[in-house]
């Protein structure tokens, strides 16, 4: 599937990354979840603000107005995000990421949270903690620049001490309707978060975390060749197999033998992962 083929209006024409009106309502999110190629035109961006405006395109289209990327090191903290600047000013200059309920939950599990569930939680407290105040502050920062609710969906980078947080927010929405939105979006939602981190981290590694990650997997030649020609060229398990001259059986074995190294649960996981790993890289010849 090509780049510019992924994302589709109600027509089934290919609406392109600088096309934002048109939305992915009528598309089979169960469909898309299943297709690592969902997001490919994310591997075409030159640079990290045309890979930043390429994701927010996707979030237009789901009808939701802006996102942050947050990475997690230890104290550590960088985004990369379409909320107003001046909000993150204002969220540095009171400190608040020392009291973070939402980082706190990022920082210890993969679970996706809303913050009107925290908000709801911290309302019936019984107890007025610095903490608790201070995320009353957090929540009420939100709501000055129209952000009812948060939706945040943490992630964790496998075998490295670093997490990250893919926040969702629709300005002047009400939260019922948010929620309604992000249950109709989470499959693509998951995938889009999966894309952006291996893409993100593979490309452009400055300008999504904090340190650069290093590190060496034990994967053989044969089902790594596999991996970079899927990733590198966007094709399917079974076009791949034909290029590289395999029969599909041979090709699922490679699979089965690069998700044993990597630790990766799925195809797409596996080449995320690779990615992470600095294992595949535009550069690379697959030539034998």
Do not use: W
């Amino acid at each position: 599937m090509s780049a510019d083929a992924i994302i589709r209006g109600k027509t089934g024409t290919p609406s392109g990354v600088a096309n934002s009106t048109e939305k992915l309502e009528n598309v089979d999110n169960a469909g898309i979840a299943e297709d690592i190629h969902l997001c490919a035109q994310l591997a075409d961006s030159k640079d990290i603000d045309e890979f930043k405006e390429r994701i927010s395109s996707i979030i237009r289209q789901l009808d939701f107005s802006d996102f942050s990327l947050i990475a997690i090191e230890g104290k550590a903290l960088r985004s990369l995000t379409t909320m107003p600047e001046d909000f993150y000013q204002r969220y540095a200059e009171n400190n608040f990421s020392d009291h973070d309920f939402l980082l706190e939950h990022a920082k210890t599990s993969t679970t996706p949270v809303f913050m009107s569930d925290l908000d709801n939680y911290i309302s019936c407290s019984p107890f007025a903690s610095e903490r608790i105040e201070r995320n009353k502050k957090i929540f009420q920062l939100f709501s000055e620049y129209g952000y009812n609710d948060c939706y945040c969906i943490p992630r964790e980078l496998q075998g490295k001490p670093i997490r990250l947080m893919f926040s969702i927010v629709d300005k002047g929405t009400a939260r019922g309707e948010f929620r309604r939105k992000i249950e109709h979006c989470k499959p693509v939602l998951s995938l889009l978060i999966d894309a952006v981190m291996y893409f993100g981290i593979s490309k452009f590694p400055e300008g999504i975390l904090c340190h650069a990650i290093k590190g060496n997997v034990a994967i053989t030649p044969k089902p790594l060749r596999l991996l970079r020609v899927m990733a590198r060229e966007g094709l399917m398990l079974k076009d791949a197999a034909t290029k590289l001259c395999i029969s599909v059986d041979t090709a699922n074995k490679h699979i089965a033998a690069a998700k044993q190294a990597l630790g990766a649960t799925t195809l797409a996981n596996a080449v995320y992962l690779a990615m992470c790993h600095n294992l595949i890289k535009e550069d690379d010849d697959d030539s034998e």
